[in-house]
């Protein structure tokens, strides 16, 4: 028995460090004759989901919007300049919305990230590309509600990091399209109010921090060989 499995994983690895030079092989006299375009661009649109947990002293009706609100949209973009065919540096945008609306009541989110990107991506035999990325940048926050016709707004801003997988199809040389995750990363613990002309900004308890924490499942289009 034990003979038989080594004998699978000798086999098993050969095949794989074959194929491993094959690519390797395949892929350097790509580069050597058509050589790879420094800058990439990328733009992207799709679902989001908040994750960031609900605390328990919330009343149960409001639980329920809270949950509808965990859901949004996403759309954003990116620019990387590549160092080397498999390792790039720029800065990216994502821009969130959520949105809640009942009778008269209506309330509206929106996130915006700014942030220095890195990305690293696998080119396989067939040119279609797998993606992983890490970012850190700067995240604002608007939330606007309206009830009854009186209206208030919470703005605040925070540090935020996220990470990122993604998968590219070839479309042409110069273009692919592309399926991505991400999770980025924020909580804020200082906001400012605004309500009938007065504005203070407010200190938050630990038990009120507003987590930004969120997973973007996006599809996009990225220019550049």
């Excluded at 308890?205 to 499942?217: A, H, T, V, W, Y």
Aim: glycine fraction near 12%; proline fraction near 1%.
């Amino acid at each position: 028995m034990k003979k038989s499995l080594l004998l699978l994983l000798v086999c098993v690895s050969w095949t794989v460090a074959g194929y491993a030079q094959e690519m390797s092989e395949t892929r350097n006299k790509s580069v050597r004759d058509d050589g790879f375009a420094r800058w990439q661009y990328r733009l992207q649109g799709g679902y989001v989901r908040r994750i960031a947990r609900i605390s328990d002293q919330v009343a149960p009706g409001t639980q329920d919007y809270l949950k509808k609100m965990k859901s949004g949209y996403t759309f954003g973009g990116d620019i990387h300049y590549f160092i080397s065919e498999p390792l790039g540096f720029g800065v990216k945008y994502t821009h969130n919305g959520y949105q809640y609306t009942e009778a008269d009541f209506k309330d509206k989110i929106r996130m915006n990230y700014f942030a220095l990107s890195g990305l690293n991506r696998l080119i396989l035999r067939s040119e279609d590309e797998v993606l992983l990325g890490v970012n850190v940048g700067y995240q604002s926050y608007r939330d606007q509600l309206a009830a009854s016709g009186a209206e208030l707004a919470i703005t605040g801003g925070t540090l935020g990091a996220g990470v990122e997988i993604g998968y590219a199809f070839r479309l042409s040389p110069g273009t692919k399209a592309f399926l991505n995750l991400a999770l980025i990363s924020g909580t804020i613990t200082k906001v400012n109010v605004e309500t009938g002309g007065r504005k203070e900004t407010v200190k938050l308890d630990k038990d009120e921090f507003e987590g930004l924490g969120r997973l973007e499942l996006t599809l996009g289009l990225r220019f550049g060989k």
